[in-house]
């Protein structure tokens, strides 16, 4: 393979500076380039663009596509792990978020500030993950789910924010694609001395990083010490990271692929692999934005560069799997809680469910403040408020319902819908159905999300099941497809027209444009799906013990897991038609029921469906009134009751 990868390597440098002169000569042709003065008063306009524009983009590209590189072979080495990066750890959207709310809330920090405001968006995002991965060793699975999860996060805090001031619409959406449009040679400048900081600060800690890979007992033993040299690793992968996001916005994978690009010329030595993938990082990104300037050279249509690199992600994560170590340290939630008498806690959540069904119908907000409804308001608000109460509540069922199956299926208790891909797949959908019909109606987009939803399902079914439907494979495959998915997404995001709006409000969630008859489907969908999970129940309680004591006891495993992977892509992609994809609702609920003592199968599944229901009735309140008289993303209210929970897992021992 190394035989064939080097000449590949030299053909892709090749195609770089063939792309790069062939965009500059468009411009100004090759034969003037030695004429041009670098005295703007004496210069015409295309050599303007082309010292002051297309130069220092192709040394931005080089730059930051260096940084990233060597970013994401600092984390791979120090998690052992191959698809480590700042994008599938979570770091670069923590970058992103805070850099979307200093744009709309301090605009004034951003000016001298803007890397100290990427840095702590990064930094937060990484401790966290970090803190969710050293509870379980650092074991690769964790890190890339928690890695997840706190990047869907950030992005819905994000949508929201973006959707709540439309001036910044367009802005925010093509910095976020990761533009490398340049005007001058200052961030060049920024970027090429802290990218020589950080490979300076890198070759002095490759040394202790080498020896971390003989484990902490053979580390220790040559007097590395663990805690310090980790800290120090990360900290500097995290700040190469947030440096190319405060200069140029989200660009995605370029860190997980410059590395394994190395690994495939042949290279295996990790001081080798650390020296060599900056190179690959910078010949990728600079290739791939060559190719976005000969596509608007050519084409109406212009993309960000991040949203390129991005589309490289799922197919990477998915070529990368067989060579990671999946060997999850199980701690299943459906067997770690306190067993409970359930009838009482069953009539607490069902006593609460229809006091939060009032309280949305009788509590209202006008400019005047809070207020309660007389009975003529209700009955006039009645036919507009049901229908979206009953989408949400039954989408948060379903949702719920999802995670409990998952969170046993695989004995992993950060599984979510979000993870299986489906999610990702109905928003490709979704947007493939308004690109081709502009003015796309409710059944328009009903195909086009479910169609989404079935590709991406058959895809993951497809992958997990040539690699014998291991639980561990099955999640990596699902965020492989939702990477892509999300990929897509931006894109399409950074066009720049109507259908921008339109994909970011459906990615926030909203149950507004449920009807009487669609909210009345998903209701039925989820009361069947109930029924239909709870005849699950042998399988998730044996699934957890392992698949050696599953297959004792006689489970068909290869079934089992089909036959409920099916399920769960049918009711997250319901859930996803009408209210979008909503975060961490199959998270929580799930874990709060186990909380409450909720632990056997049977028990597990129900009071999992019945909190989902009660959490997306109160999402659903508080978009509504929030922020009157505009409604917020449910989506928005769901990761808040996400986002806690995942600090409060902090604290918790597995």
Request: hydrophobic fraction near 55%; proline fraction near 5%; aromatic fraction near 6%.
């Amino acid at each position: 393979m190394a035989s064939k990868a080097w000449p590949l390597s030299a053909f892709a440098l090749i195609a770089a500076i063939g792309l790069f002169f062939y965009g500059a000569d468009l411009r100004i042709p090759l034969g003037q380039w030695s004429a041009i003065p670098f005295d703007t008063s004496a210069m015409s306009m295309d050599q303007i663009i082309l010292v002051y524009g297309l130069l220092p983009r192709a040394a931005v590209a080089m730059l930051a596509g260096a940084a990233l590189g060597l970013s994401g072979a600092l984390l791979q080495q120090l998690l052992r792990n191959p698809i480590a990066d700042p994008s599938t750890l979570g770091i670069s959207a923590g970058a992103q978020l805070a850099i979307v709310v200093a744009t709309l809330f301090f605009p004034a920090v951003l000016d001298g500030y803007r890397s100290l405001v990427a840095l702590s968006g990064a930094g937060a995002a990484a401790a966290i993950v970090f803190a969710l991965g050293w509870q379980r060793s650092f074991e690769p699975v964790t890190m890339v789910i928690s890695g997840l999860l706190v990047g869907i996060t950030c992005a819905a805090f994000s949508a929201a924010l973006t959707l709540s001031q439309g001036e910044y619409l367009m802005s925010l959406v093509t910095w976020n694609g990761g533009s490398l449009s340049q005007q001058d040679w200052s961030v060049a400048r920024t970027l090429a001395f802290e990218v020589a900081l950080g490979a300076v600060l890198a070759l002095l800690l490759v040394r202790p990083l080498v020896l971390l890979g003989l484990g902490d007992a053979g580390a220790r033993s040559v007097g590395v010490s663990l805690k310090w040299i980790r800290l120090a690793v990360a900290v500097l992968a995290t700040a190469l990271a947030a440096a190319v996001a405060a200069a140029v916005g989200l660009i995605s994978f370029v860190g997980l692929a410059a590395p394994a690009l190395v690994r495939t010329c042949g290279i295996r030595r990790p001081a080798t692999v650390i020296a060599t993938a900056p190179i690959a990082g910078a010949l990728l990104l600079w290739l791939c934005d060559g190719a976005v300037q000969l596509l608007a050279s050519t084409t109406a249509e212009s993309f960000p560069t991040g949203t390129v690199t991005a589309l490289i992600g799922g197919p990477l994560l998915l070529w990368l799997l067989p060579k990671m170590r999946t060997k999850v340290i199980r701690a299943s939630p459906a067997m770690a809680g306190r067993r409970i008498r359930s009838g009482l806690s069953y009539a607490v959540i069902l006593a609460a469910i229809p006091l939060m069904v009032i309280l949305a119908l009788v509590v209202g907000r006008t400019e005047e403040g809070w207020s309660m409804l007389n009975t003529t308001q209700i009955a006039d608000l009645l036919p507009l408020r049901w229908p979206r109460l009953l989408a949400a509540a039954a989408a948060g069922g379903l949702l719920s319902l999802t995670g409990a199956i998952l969170q046993r299926m695989t004995g992993n208790p950060m599984a979510s819908p979000e993870i299986i891909g489906v999610s990702g797949g109905a928003g490709i959908g979704f947007a493939a159905a308004i690109t081709l019909a502009p003015a796309a109606g409710t059944l328009e987009l009903f195909l086009g999300a479910g169609s989404g939803s079935a590709v991406a399902l058959l895809i993951v079914l497809a992958f997990a099941s040539r690699k014998h439907l291991s639980p561990e494979r099955l999640l990596l495959a699902g965020i492989s497809v939702n990477s892509l998915g999300s990929a897509v997404l931006a894109a399409l995001l950074a066009i720049g027209d109507q259908r921008s709006w339109q994909i970011l409000a459906w990615l926030g969630g909203s149950s507004s444009t449920a009807t009487s008859q669609s909210a009345l489907l998903l209701a039925g969908l989820g009361v069947a799906s109930l029924g239909l999970a709870l005849l699950f129940c042998r399988w998730l309680t044996v699934l957890p013990l392992g698949d050696g004591v599953s297959r004792s006891l006689g489970l068909p495993l290869r079934a089992s897991r089909v036959v409920m992977l099916l399920l769960c892509g049918l009711t997250t992609g319901a859930a996803s038609l009408l209210v979008g994809p909503l975060s961490f609702i199959g998270l929580v609920a799930p874990h709060i029921a186990v909380v409450a003592g909720f632990t056997r199968a049977r028990d597990h599944l129900l009071a999992s469906f019945l909190l989902g229901v009660l959490i997306m009735l109160f999402a659903d309140f508080g978009a509504r009134t929030a922020t009157f008289p505009y409604d917020l993303p449910l989506g928005f209210f769901a990761a808040l009751a996400g986002a806690p929970y995942l600090i409060w897992m902090l604290g918790r021992r597995p």
